[in-house]
Nanobody
């Protein structure tokens, strides 16, 4: 049974930092590209960041502007999203994704709320 369990979401003030974690199980984690997406109320799900299976290639959504860093630890089947200088527009539910075409798995999400 595939599971992706996110954690680390919180309510914070503008300028704060958070680290989100996502632990995968039930699949061969090291073979999958891992990503983070987010969805704000009333908006479509938006790409945040991704890391290749070995973690050597990372990419980010345009809005990130150097504030977020994605890393993964394949030894413990976990991907992280370090977020700094958070802004109210970063308020959303953040979802973890595992992808190896054609398969794609999603976590349940973790809420991040940033107040000004």
């Amino acid at each position: 049974q595939v599971q992706l369990v996110e954690s680390g979401g919180a309510s914070v003030q503008s300028g704060a930092s958070l680290r989100l974690s996502c632990r995968g199980s039930g699949f061969t984690f090291v073979n999958y590209a891992m990503g983070w997406y987010r969805q704000a109320p009333g908006k479509e799900r938006e790409y945040v960041a991704s890391a290749s299976s070995e973690g050597g290639v990372t990419s980010y959504g345009d809005f990130v502007k150097g504030r977020f860093t994605i890393t993964r630890d394949n030894a413990i089947n976990t991907v992280y999203l370090q977020m700094t200088n958070l802004e109210p527009d970063d308020t959303a539910v953040y979802f973890c994704n595992a992808r190896r075409n054609p398969r794609s798995f999603w976590g349940q999400g973790t809420q991040v709320t940033v107040s000004s």
